[in-house]
């Protein structure tokens, strides 16, 4: 891991290729889950990559450091606006329910 602040991250990968030194970075947003059971396996509560289908959301390849901390900043940025946009969220509902009722 190169950096990682809260729930944003920047880890370093080197490429598949057996002799390349080359490498790139992926910045993600880090996801929890509270654990749960699989045939009978349990598995604790962990941290974990965002999911293939969340990546160019979640996460992101980038090939240089400039690009990588960029989009940590970004990440960043997006985690801090989530419970404003909950919150704006919950009061068009209210609103709306509100106005059905009347």
């Known amino acids: 891991m190169v ?3 809260g729930d944003v991250a920047i880890y370093k990968k080197k490429l598949d ?3 390349s030194e080359a ?3 992926e910045v993600i947003a880090i996801k929890r ?4 059971e699989i045939a009978g396996v349990k598995m604790p509560p962990a ?3 965002p999911s293939d289908s969340q990546w160019g959301e979640w996460a992101f390849t980038c090939i240089d450091r400039e690009d990588a901390d960029k989009r940590f900043v970004q990440l960043k940025e997006k985690l ?3 419970p404003q946009q909950l919150c704006l969220m919950v009061k068009s509902v209210v609103v709306v329910v509100l106005a059905k009722l009347n």
């Open 3 to 5: 950096g990682r602040d």
């Open 17 to 19: 290729e057996v002799d």
């Open 23 to 25: 490498f790139n970075y």
């Open 33 to 36: 889950h509270n654990g749960y």
């Open 47 to 49: 941290e974990m990559y």
């Open 80 to 82: 801090l606006m989530l």
